[in-house]
């Protein structure tokens, strides 16, 4: 481990004693170093639940998507059966992968390179010509299959096979979410691109409104003012972080973008109703939503410098109704999602500057103080005096 991961892990394990308000952004060189990026992969990566779609996206026995995760190419599939799984996109017999499209709909998979035949539950069915080997068993050659879990409508797979279970790390995210009633929106855009930047920068940007002064000034400023801004308690588990912020005057019971529209059968709190609020779900989600609106995001590393994002805009059925509505409202989307992967960028480039050093956060960034705290305890947890690595 080179000198300078060292230091940047133990300026990482200063951060869970240290108060959001006193807190600094982290090194610059903690978004450009390799050796830190290459732990955060294996720490993180290969470890945690990663947010990787929508289960009502794939509604039908057949549909499918796939997801390069690290160095693991998945392909997530709703069997006959109805049920979804995560197997692996590569073929048992020599590599090739199963699926070559991002999405499609298949009664059953065929490998391109030498017709292998796989059932939508990873099942080998056939394997042209394979007689005479000594080798083969059919019954052996079944893809492989990853941890799935699918939590508030969303998918979440884990490399690992011996990672503890989602669900019940979220009980208190699902007391909070739960008016919201996110498993019942339905995809009005999706949103699948590759940022020039650290996967940390992405995640950060996602989690607080102090930005929407400058980098979305001509989009969210006007309708949810930084001012307006405040921070919500961190939750006990330390599993995410969250904020709010309210809307300004005369906004309220707006339509499009992030509006308040009320919600048939739903009932929500005043705060509910007047603010919108955002959950940075750790390790890397952005959850921004509405009473009828959620845009959420995901940001998956390929490299220090580049991450790709996958998300959508999903919305109350009765406002995806609404085709002008959701015209206005994907643009928007749309429109954030850019303006957000800009910052990413232009963040990224200055990150090498010789005079760039970390500096104040304000209080409406408690959020990525928090963050902060969570790599800390995460990759840094050996250094933290009585503490044990986050498991």
């Known amino acids: 481990m080179s000198d300078v991961t060292q230091r940047l892990l133990d300026t990482l394990a200063t951060y869970p004693a240290t108060p959001d308000a006193a807190s600094l952004t982290l090194p610059p060189q903690a978004y450009t170093d390799q050796g830190l990026f290459e732990l955060e992969v294996e720490t993180i990566f290969k470890r945690e639940w990663l947010l990787v779609g929508r289960a009502n996206d794939i509604p039908d026995p057949g549909d499918w998507f796939t997801m390069q995760v690290v160095d693991d190419p998945l392909l997530i599939v709703r069997g006959n059966d109805g049920v979804i799984r995560a197997l692996s996109n590569v073929c048992r017999h020599r590599y090739m992968p199963i699926a070559l499209d991002e999405k499609g709909s298949d009664k059953r998979f065929v490998c391109a390179y030498h017709g292998w035949v796989y059932g939508t539950d990873g099942r080998l069915v056939a394997a042209p010509l394979m007689e005479g080997s000594l080798a083969f068993d059919k019954k052996d050659c079944a893809l492989p299959e990853y941890r799935l879990e699918i939590w508030q409508g969303f998918i979440f797979v884990n490399l690992d096979d011996d990672a503890p279970a989602l669900a019940p790390q979220l009980h208190e995210a699902d007391a909070m979410l739960g008016n919201y009633r996110i ?52 939750p006990a588990s330390a599993r995410f972080a969250h904020a709010r912020c309210g809307y300004a005057e005369g906004i309220q019971g707006q339509a499009e973008g992030f509006g308040n529209w009320p919600r048939p059968n739903c009932k929500f709190s005043d705060s509910e109703l007047n603010h919108v609020y955002v959950m940075g779900l750790f390790p890397n989600m952005s959850l921004a939503m509405s009473s009828a609106t959620h845009n959420w995001l995901s940001f998956i590393p390929l490299s220090p410098g580049k991450t790709r994002v996958v998300g ?78 986050a498991e």
Request: aromatic share 8%.
């Open 183 to 234: 498993d019942e929106l339905v995809t009005g855009i999706a949103y699948d691109a590759i940022w020039e930047g650290n996967w940390k920068l992405a995640t950060e940007n996602g989690m607080e409104y102090y930005h929407h002064m400058g980098l979305h000034a001509a989009t969210l400023e006007a309708e949810q003012p930084a001012r307006l801004a405040r921070m919500d308690p961190a």
């Open 312 to 389: 959508g805009f999903i919305v109350a059925p009765e406002m995806a109704a609404d085709a002008e509505v959701m015209a206005t409202s994907n643009d928007l989307v749309m429109r954030i999602n850019e303006e957000d992967a800009q910052a990413t960028w232009r963040l990224q480039q200055v990150m090498r500057s010789t005079k760039a050093a970390p500096g104040p956060l304000n209080v409406r960034e408690g959020t990525c103080a928090q963050f902060y705290k969570y790599l800390g305890r995460t990759l840094a947890g050996d250094r933290l005096p009585g503490l044990q690595a």
